[in-house]
DNA sequence: CCATAAATTCGATATTATTCGAAATATGGG
DNA sequence: CCCATATTTCGAATAATATCGAATTTATGG
């Protein structure tokens, strides 16, 4: 991974509406959300959750596909997982750090609802 | 850790300049580097430098001292392995990670000259 | 003290990010 | 087609960040 994609992922997380996106969405691994799941979850007016998915999405870190007219967004575990390997590299001392496996959690789904 | 002083941290690290600065510091470890000598490897002005490292020290991630009259700053390791873990948690599916030990490079001086 | 070195503070400017209402675009059903 | 729903695009105001020269502060050595 390159410096200037670091960036450009740490800024898309550096934000409180954005890691409460990405977060939503960890939790809800490859199933995702639709973006209006999202808004009324977080109470976000539709253009600025746009506004912010869309930053997160350029940034690599969110996925997007459309089922009928909902867009469905999603985390990308992957990337998170490559960014956690930059920044254990570059910016944490030591080299070779054990590998740290972004991946969904285990009910794909909704957090366990108790 | 909280979510916003994981975002102030995200923040910090957002930026061309200060993510070169952090990885600088990182390499030398405790000992840190003064200003000076940060100013001239990243060829910056000094006023500019100065912004950086108070945005990065304000974060959390740097550490400050006095020698004579230089001010040395220093990578704060135990506050990487804080974001790391904040990431890991949240940001990451499943919770328990292994933990990744932020730590100073083996030489605790400048890298490994070859 | 004084000169010098090291770094910060000030200040003015430029750039980029954020917010969100209103209008526009797509999609699917009847 | 037409309507209702889901979301994005536009635009314009506001706010936050970044840049860096010049002046200032802090510390040292003679």
Redesign the pocket.
């Known amino acids: 991974m390159q410096a200037a994609q670091a960036i450009t992922a740490l800024?898309a997380l550096a934000?409180e509406?954005r890691l409460a996106v990405f977060r939503l969405l960890v939790q809800h691994g490859p199933e995702g959300l639709?973006?209006?799941?999202i808004?009324q979850a977080l109470d976000?007016?539709?253009?600025?959750?746009?506004?912010?998915?869309?930053?997160l999405t350029r940034a690599g870190l969110l996925t997007?596909r459309?089922a009928?007219?909902?867009?469905i967004y999603a985390a990308d575990f992957a990337a998170m997982n490559t960014l956690l390997g930059y920044l254990s590299e570059n910016c944490c001392g030591r080299g070779a750090v054990p590998a740290i496996a972004c991946s969904p959690p285990a009910s794909t789904e909704a957090p366990a609802p108790r």
């Open positions: 800024g934000h509406t639709p973006a209006g799941a808004a976000l007016p539709p253009s600025s959750l746009t506004f912010h998915l869309q930053h997007q459309r009928a007219r909902q867009l």
